[in-house]
């Protein structure tokens, strides 16, 4: 996607942080089995709670501006997964 105008970044920027928390979403619930104390992993299910919030905003926000979810996935994100 070309960035021409300030809006085109801000869009670009939403799918980005909406790639991220949708990463997020399918990884957290494997970072709460694979945790080794109860409280660990029930900050990793309270974090997912939280994340899935983030993402029906972001859904909401692309919406109002007639975008799509549909975009790059963010690298950094699938980085600090993989770690």
């Known amino acids: 996607m070309e ?3 300030l809006k085109d970044l801000y869009i670009h920027e939403l799918k980005d942080l909406y790639s991220a ?5 399918k990884a957290l619930p ?4 694979a945790a080794t104390s109860d409280r660990l ?22 919406e109002s501006q007639d975008a799509s979810t549909r ?12 770690e």
Do not use: S
């Not at 928390?21 to 979403?25: A, D, G, I, Y």
């Not at 992993?41 to 692309?62: K, P, S």
């Open 71 to 82: 975009g790059a996935k963010c690298k950094g994100m699938e980085g600090l997964i993989e």
């Open 3 to 5: 960035l021409q105008t």
């Open 21 to 25: 928390e949708k990463q997020l979403t």
């Open 41 to 62: 992993a029930d900050g990793f299910r309270m974090h997912l709670d939280q994340t899935e919030e983030h993402v029906n905003r972001l859904e909401q926000i692309l």
């Open 30 to 33: 494997k970072m709460a089995k």
